[in-house]
């Protein structure tokens, strides 16, 4: 049974950094794409930052510049580098993963909480 686990989220100052790990259970090559998106309270889910088996990225205009999404494949882990946080960036993260297939896998997410 396929499963991603996040790890890494926390309570950070602004200006800080976290990074955060998505660990899957199986060779990450076997997903098309893989994602990082976030839920504040009251928000919609939204997609942050995503990767691709070929490592092609993609970011929401508010994180551009801010945080980086990278792939380790030896360890079957995407990361999100997060640096220059803000407050509205306080959210519940969730990893993602789609597989060719199209069935999609969630974590159970990881709260990252930026105090002002």
Known sequence: ?????????GLVQAGGSL???????????SFRVMGWYRQAPGKQRELVASITSGSSTNYVNSVKDRFTISRDN???TVYLQM?????????????NAKQ?????????????TVSS
């Open 1 to 9: 049974q396929v499963h991603v686990v996040e790890s890494g989220g």
């Open 19 to 29: 990074r955060l790990s998505c660990a899957a259970s199986t060779t990450i090559f």
């Open 74 to 76: 030896a360890k079957n």
């Open 83 to 95: 640096n220059s946080l803000k407050p509205e960036d306080t959210a519940v993260y969730y990893c």
């Open 100 to 112: 060719y297939s199209g069935t999609n896998y969630w974590g159970q997410g990881t709260q990252v």
